[in-house]
Nanobody, 124 residues
């Protein structure tokens, strides 16, 4: 059974940092695509970051480039989202996902597996 479990959300003031973690159990990580999405109330789901496990290529949405990074620890089966210089507009529920399709990019909106979400709240 595949499970994606996020942790690390919370509340922070603008300019602060948070790191989200997502542990992927029951999933064969070789040659797989892992991603982070976010959704704010009343807004569409937005792709934030992706990692293709074969080769480690990553991609970031334009809205977070220069502030967020994503990384993968294969041995721990954990993907991270480091969020720096947070802004109030980053406030959202953040979801980890696996097996994105149609491709491993931040424009993909669907995935086979989803985590339960981690709330990130940034106050001004």
């Amino acid at each position: 059974q595949v499970q994606l479990v996020e942790s690390g959300g919370g509340s922070v003031q603008a300019g602060g940092s948070l790191r989200l973690s997502c542990v992927a159990s029951g999933l064969f990580l070789s040659n797989n695509c892992l991603g982070w999405f976010r959704q704010a109330p009343g807004k569409e789901r937005e792709g934030v970051a992706t990692t293709f496990t074969f080769g480690g290529n990553t991609a970031l949405a334009d809205s977070v480039k220069g502030r967020f990074t994503t990384s993968l620890d294969i041995a721990k089966k954990t993907v991270y989202l480091q969020m720096n210089s947070l802004k109030p507009e980053d406030t959202a529920m953040y979801y980890c996902a696996a097996q994105l399709f149609p491709d491993c990019t931040t424009t993909s909106r669907t995935a086979t597996y989803w985590g339960q979400g981690a709330q990130v709240t940034v106050s001004s």
